[in-house]
């Protein structure tokens, strides 16, 4: 008897109803994988049979448990893991217990929840991966964003303990830090004039004067997952633009630039 196919390889992307997420599933489904959506909200229909949504908070770690589980029972393993399902809660100096508990939970102990329950099945993938979706936030200060911020730090931090435990298994760990990127939490943030009011302002926090796209940093993500990217691992990868290299004196066009030092 011949042997049967190798079965698809297995996908689960959380936050993956929107933006980065939902970018990042399709692009996996593209490439043949199966996927497993998860995420809190229904996603809309993403025209691919390849993408299987279903509605899990990652916070709730049996929950996610569960689900885990019944991907890897159903599609028969799981290969890749991105975690792109976050909380925007910014809050500053007047920041409550009940909002650092829910911001923590979401951003930094829902990563956990998600690749703990998947390490067994990781495991036992040929070249497994997992991304975690940082941000520009985790390096830098911005205005009351202790919540936010703190947490996008602590998943780089994670990113790395994870990449040390998991490599005996043979599973990479890596994270991405995305500059603004075109979701829609920056459009609703950008309400007032859309698009082509915002996006000049914006796009001049970046070297490349504009704003990412969120299949730019699937893209990114899709290279972190491959074998292409088999010696890497522990690394945060900026997809920003040049957010991040860029210092004080901006693009260095303003009147008030007065050249170098
Ligand atoms: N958009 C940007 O400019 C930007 C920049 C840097 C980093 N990021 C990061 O990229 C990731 C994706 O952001 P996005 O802009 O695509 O946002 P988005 O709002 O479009 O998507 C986030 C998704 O996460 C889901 N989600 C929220 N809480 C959840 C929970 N408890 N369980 C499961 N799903 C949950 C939401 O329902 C949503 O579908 C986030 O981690 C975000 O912090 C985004």
Redesign the pocket.
Known sequence: MENAAPRPKVALV?????????ATAELFAERGYTVAA????ESPSSGSARIHPLL????DRDRVGAAVDEVAATHGGIDVVV??????LARGVDVTPQEWDSVLR??VQ?ISNVVQAAHPHLARSEGAAVVN?????AHVAQPQRWT?NTT?SAIVGLTRCMAMDLAADGIRVNSV?????W????AAAAADGGRERWEPVWGRFHLLRRL?E?AE?AAAIGFLCSPDASFITGVDLPVDGGYLAMGPEGLGDSSSFAGSA
């Open positions: 959380t936050g993956a109803a929107s933006g980065i997420g939902r998860l995420d809190i909200a899990v908070d990652v916070a975690n792109c399902a976050a909380s925007f979401i951003n829902g979706t940082a941000s520009i936030s936010y996008k830090s995305p500059g603004w990127i979701t829609p939490e920056v990412g969120a940093v």
